[in-house]
């Protein structure tokens, strides 16, 4: 097996630390709060008696046990991972496709680029009462709302990676014969696939700060976005510390899932250089 590089050793020490460093801080400032926060706040229409704003670690381990012996956690965890997976997939494969054939013809660029803005700057919450028009309260508009936004970055991502190529390989390609199609999947897709990918990592965090906007709609459990909304209700601050935690622990493993696949399937680019 391939030694660790000393710099992922550091940065895996540092993080720790940090995470350490949080959960001292916080552990501190919970205690606090049970005598300086007040414990009696106003929900309209009516008052909230004994609310925790920020709960000890026991309140917190209390929670998960019921969240996990309930299943709701896991199950919550399992539906929403599933729609932010499927809307990335179908996010990236439109906005590579796009992305690419923008990048290659400037003409295409000019008829698509009205539409890329619009959906680049168009909150996710203002599209959910036009996506849930278009296509119904079921799973396709919540895949469809995390694909939209995850297609809007790789595009851009995918049609600046293309233009980066070198002109001086696409000038000897040419010269020795080579077709467009060929040019295409030996020079172009290959030189503009790290640039590309790194459009995708960059996506999955926007998938799973939209999977909680595109869960409002029809709102129901088991989901992560449902049960923050939930917390918030009335309110359980310890849930919602819980699913916020959930959400940046899947952000995490999937941020580790696509940095092991890029690894696997460029081995090629660690020869070459």
């Known amino acids: 097996m391939a030694a660790v590089p000393r710099g992922g050793w550091t ?6 630390l940090a995470l350490a460093a949080l959960a001292l801080l916080y552990g501190i ?10 414990h009696r706040i106003w929900l309209a229409p009516h008052y909230v008696e004994d609310a925790e704003l920020l709960p000890p670690y026991r309140s917190l381990g209390e929670e998960m046990a019921f ?6 956690l896991l199950s919550s965890a399992a539906v929403s991972a599933g729609r932010v997976l499927a809307g990335v997939v179908l996010g990236s494969a439109v906005g590579i496709v796009l992305g690419v054939a923008t990048g290659r013809r400037p003409r295409l660029e000019y008829l698509a680029d009205p539409w890329v803005t619009f959906f680049r700057f168009t909150p996710a919450l203002a599209l959910l009462p036009l996506y ?3 296509f119904g309260y079921g799973e396709s508009s919540k895949v469809l709302l995390i694909a939209t936004n995850v297609a809007v970055v790789v595009l851009l991502g995918a049609q600046h990676a293309v233009r980066s190529v070198p002109h001086v390989y696409l000038e000897a390609a040419a010269s020795l014969g080579a077709g467009r199609g060929l040019v295409l999947r030996r020079i172009v ?36 976005g449902y049960l923050l909304t939930l917390s918030g209700a009335y309110p359980r601050v310890a849930s919602m510390l819980i699913a916020i935690g959930t959400i940046g622990a899947l952000v995490l493993a999937f941020d580790m899932v696509a940095l092991f696949l890029h690894a696997r399937t460029t081995r090629w680019m660690g020869r070459a250089a």
Request: proline residues 8%; hydrophobic residues 55%.
């Open 189 to 224: 897709l290959p030189m503009s696939f790290p640039e590309v990918f790194a459009s995708i990592r960059i996506a999955v965090g926007l998938a799973w700060v939209t999977i909680v906007v595109a869960e409002l709609i029809d709102p129901r459990m088991p989901s992560l």
């Open 132 to 134: 849930v028009l278009w």
């Open 11 to 16: 940065r895996a020490r540092r993080a720790l």
């Open 29 to 38: 400032a919970s205690e606090l709060g049970r005598y300086w926060l007040p």
């Open 67 to 72: 969240l996990l012996e309930s299943g709701i």
